[in-house]
């Protein structure tokens, strides 16, 4: 089962009104016929495995330690953060984090966050791991992975207000690596599996215009949050 079905190519749209600032055959985010995909059946946002199919992929799990959630982990950090060296566990891997600015647990949060990062890249053997516990079909992990992780963007979340382009690798971020941990673990949860639909429609899109991150973001919410750990 694949988080798409099909051609995972938006259908052909004869758009008009607003485009995007950046390429004139992308549909700004704001532009009202948005609203028209979301009432067609688009060949992205169809077939998404639920907490449903998930559960049948319960006895092909591996028995690992728990990944923590956001909150517990922050909150274990908060505890060690006037220590000089801080020594976190996450699923079955130590890291060590050397403490630049005691008392600051938002850089105790990073650095573990570009650990844990370098962790993930670093790893080749992840993507099939998650395939063989989960209903998501491999290609589409792949690509998660390449999107979330590997690849280069064109970020302009900011453009319009004046603040230059970038084009660079997503920041690191520890609710999306945590999330992945979880995938690798067998403990993916309903707003994991959502936050990974939404990071495929946003690579879909993205292919598929040559968008930048600002507009394919703006997509992809429409269907599946991006950020939706909501209890943390």
Avoid at 4 to 24: C, M, Q, T
Avoid at 114 to 122: A, G, V
Avoid at 132 to 151: G, L, M, R
Wanted: aromatic share 10%; proline share 5%.
């Amino acid at each position: 089962m694949d988080l798409v079905d099909g051609d995972p190519i938006l259908k052909e749209h004869s758009f008009s009104g607003s485009r995007s600032a950046n390429n004139p055959n992308i549909p700004s985010s704001s532009n009202p016929e948005f609203s028209r995909l979301e009432k067609e059946r688009n060949p992205l946002t169809t077939s998404i495995p639920s907490i449903e199919d998930d559960r049948k992929y319960s006895d092909k799990r591996k028995h690992t330690s728990k990944v923590e959630s956001y909150s517990e982990v922050m909150a274990r950090l908060e505890s060690e953060k006037n220590k000089k060296l801080v020594r976190i566990t996450i699923g079955n891997r130590t890291y060590v984090l050397e403490n630049l600015n005691p008392g600051d647990v938002y850089q105790l949060e990073q650095q573990l966050a570009n650990k844990m990062y370098e962790n993930i890249r670093s790893n080749k053997n992840d993507v099939s791991q998650i395939a063989e516990q989960t209903p998501v079909a491999e290609s589409a992990i792949q690509q998660c992975k390449d999107h979330v992780f590997y690849n280069k963007h064109r970020l302009d979340s900011y453009e319009l207000l004046g603040e230059p382009v970038e084009y660079g690798r997503f920041d690191p971020n520890l609710q999306q690596a945590l999330a992945w941990e979880r995938f690798k673990n067998g403990q993916a949860t309903p707003q994991d599996l959502e936050w990974a639909r939404h990071e495929i429609l946003e690579s879909r899109y993205e292919a598929r215009f040559n968008a930048g991150y600002r507009d394919s973001h703006a997509y992809a919410q429409k269907y599946a949050n991006g950020a939706p750990w909501t209890d943390e």
